[in-house]
C-alpha cells in the first residue's frame, strides 16, 4: 500500500468535496430522513461505486492514451466546464 498516494489522494478529494453539490444532497437527504446511518451509508457506497469506476476508467484510459494527453484533456474540461458556468449556460 502506498500511503502518500491514500494521503495525497484523500486530502484532495476531501478539500474537494467539502460544500459540493453531493454534500449539499447527503444534507438534505438527513434533514429529511430520521434515519441518518441509513443516508450515511448509501452516501459512501455511492461515492465508493463512482470512485470504483474513476479508477478503473482511469486505469483502461492510460492504457489507450498518454498520461500527458490525458491530463491536457481533463485540464481542457474543467476550463470548459468552468467558463459554461461563467456565462451561466449550465
Known sequence: MDWRAVGSTFALLFVAELGDKTQLAVIT???????PWSVFTGAVAALAVVTLLGVVGGQAACRVVPETTL????????????????????
Open 71 to 90: 491530463r491536457r484533456a481533463a485540464s481542457l474540461a474543467f476550463m470548459v466546464a468552468g467558463a459554461l458556468m461563467w456565462f451561466e449556460v449550465l
Open 29 to 35: 437527504m438527513a434533514a429529511k430522513s430520521d434515519r
